[in-house]
């Protein structure tokens, strides 16, 4: 047999198209992700051993009824309001010892906003999307005076802060400092919303 | 100037398939196939106040919804709970969510979230048991999955 001179050549001219044929593919398939959605904590199921007396001016009570209607303070409310009824009533400031709340100091709204409470109470026929619509609402609100009090400390958004302290990738140094600031804005305004059992009539 | 050059060098595109591959290896790596079938309709509300969840080995992920319209002539109209690639009944979920649990490093089981993907048109009482059950098996952290958008949609 005689020998060939050397193996042939193969032409690599198509690999390119090979490549790109799959390289579109995999551009077209892929979504990358992110997951994003409301935060929220569940009370633990223990009950707290003191029962706490709160007085019902500090309670902001909010209802959704089956057809999504909202019942704000025993008076119907449209959706669009509800962000700046909340607002309205965490800076409510009644007692004066806020001395950063902007509210009209009714005596009948909340003392403070630590001690100003959120109630969502919810028919169990309630659509989905209008209960997360009032929640949030309901988280706007304190974001919104959040964002106000971090701008006026720190120039800044709280929403901001609080996703960049949040993220792991944020070198820890920045991360300390960036704690300390996070917590005094959040405990300016408490989160402080309680969701009753939902009711079936 | 008349002088012309008679030919213009070509770039060389040999090393093309290389870059290609490059940016094909990327994407191939980067890629999740998503493995669950989806037998639940599951189009997400919509919210504004967002906060982003990464890590995905945190995640335990709960999904509500009205069966597909594949799955509707036997599995009826009525919401239900599919959990990984099967649906289950409401009893079910803290045994899942216990297990799921346990699947995890111990290390992130004290920040493992639950993500409630529940499409926009279940009530929201089955989501409160769901909830209650969670409470039960001490799961605290949970997150209503949303996109990000115009919650006024609602209200028309």
Redesign the interface.
């Given at each position: 047999m005689p020998r060939r001179k050397g193996a042939p050549e193969v032409n690599?001219g198509s690999?390119?198209d090979i490549?790109?044929l799959?390289?579109i593919f995999?551009?077209v398939?892929?979504t990358?992700?992110?997951?994003?959605?409301?935060?929220?904590?569940?009370?633990?199921?223990e009950p707290p051993d003191t029962d706490v007396i709160i007085r019902q001016k500090n309670i902001f009570t909010v209802n959704i009824n089956k057809n999504?209607q909202l019942l704000v303070e025993d008076q119907l409310m449209d959706?669009?309001d509800l962000r700046e009824a909340a607002i309205a009533f965490l800076e409510n400031g009644a007692d004066g010892s806020c001395n950063y709340c902007k509210g009209r100091r009714d005596v009948s709204s909340s003392d403070n906003p630590s001690k100003a409470i959120i109630s969502l109470k919810?028919?169990?026929?309630?659509?989905?999307?209008?209960?997360?619509?009032v929640?949030?609402?309901l988280?706007?609100a304190y974001?919104d005076l959040r964002n106000r009090e971090a701008q006026r400390l720190y120039n800044r958004d709280f929403?901001d802060m609080?996703?960049e302290y949040?993220?792991?990738e944020t070198p820890s140094s920045i991360r300390d400092d960036l704690k300390d600031k996070v917590k005094r804005v959040q405990d300016m305004f408490p989160q402080k919303l309680s969701e009753a059992?939902?009711t079936?009539n | 100037m008349r002088k012309t050059k008679k030919r213009i060098p070509s770039v060389s595109?040999a090393s093309?398939?290389d870059i290609?591959?490059m940016?094909?290896f990327f994407?191939?790596t980067?890629?999740?196939?998503k493995d669950t079938e989806m037998l639940v309709e599951n189009k997400l509300?919509?919210?504004?106040?967002?906060?982003?969840?990464?890590?995905k080995d945190r995640?335990i992920e709960i999904f509500v919804g009205k069966p597909t319209a594949k799955y509707s002539n036997v599995l009826g109209t009525e919401p239900k709970i599919q959990l990984n690639k099967k649906l289950f009944n409401i009893e079910d979920v803290r045994t899942y969510v216990l297990s799921e649990l346990a699947k995890k490093p111990e290390g992130i089981r004290n920040l493992v979230?639950v993500?409630?993907k529940?499409?926009?048109?279940?009530?929201?009482?089955l989501?409160?048991d769901i909830?209650k059950e969670?409470?039960?098996v001490?799961?605290?952290?949970?997150?209503?999955?949303?996109?990000?958008g115009n919650?006024?949609s609602?209200?028309d």
């Amino acid at each position: 047999m005689p020998r060939r001179k050397g193996a042939p050549e193969v032409n690599a001219g198509s690999m390119a198209d090979i490549a790109f044929l799959l390289l579109i593919f995999f551009l077209v398939t892929t979504t990358i992700e992110t997951d994003a959605g409301l935060d929220r904590m569940l009370p633990p199921i223990e009950p707290p051993d003191t029962d706490v007396i709160i007085r019902q001016k500090n309670i902001f009570t909010v209802n959704i009824n089956k057809n999504g209607q909202l019942l704000v303070e025993d008076q119907l409310m449209d959706l669009k309001d509800l962000r700046e009824a909340a607002i309205a009533f965490l800076e409510n400031g009644a007692d004066g010892s806020c001395n950063y709340c902007k509210g009209r100091r009714d005596v009948s709204s909340s003392d403070n906003p630590s001690k100003a409470i959120i109630s969502l109470k919810n028919d169990r026929e309630t659509k989905y999307s209008t209960y997360i619509t009032v929640q949030n609402e309901l988280v706007g609100a304190y974001n919104d005076l959040r964002n106000r009090e971090a701008q006026r400390l720190y120039n800044r958004d709280f929403t901001d802060m609080e996703s960049e302290y949040l993220n792991p990738e944020t070198p820890s140094s920045i991360r300390d400092d960036l704690k300390d600031k996070v917590k005094r804005v959040q405990d300016m305004f408490p989160q402080k919303l309680s969701e009753a059992e939902t009711t079936s009539n | 100037m008349r002088k012309t050059k008679k030919r213009i060098p070509s770039v060389s595109t040999a090393s093309l398939p290389d870059i290609v591959f490059m940016l094909l290896f990327f994407f191939m790596t980067v890629t999740t196939i998503k493995d669950t079938e989806m037998l639940v309709e599951n189009k997400l509300p919509e919210a504004t106040e967002l906060s982003e969840l990464d890590k995905k080995d945190r995640i335990i992920e709960i999904f509500v919804g009205k069966p597909t319209a594949k799955y509707s002539n036997v599995l009826g109209t009525e919401p239900k709970i599919q959990l990984n690639k099967k649906l289950f009944n409401i009893e079910d979920v803290r045994t899942y969510v216990l297990s799921e649990l346990a699947k995890k490093p111990e290390g992130i089981r004290n920040l493992v979230t639950v993500s409630l993907k529940i499409d926009e048109n279940v009530h929201v009482g089955l989501v409160s048991d769901i909830k209650k059950e969670l409470q039960d098996v001490n799961l605290l952290k949970i997150n209503y999955a949303a996109i990000q958008g115009n919650y006024t949609s609602v209200l028309d």
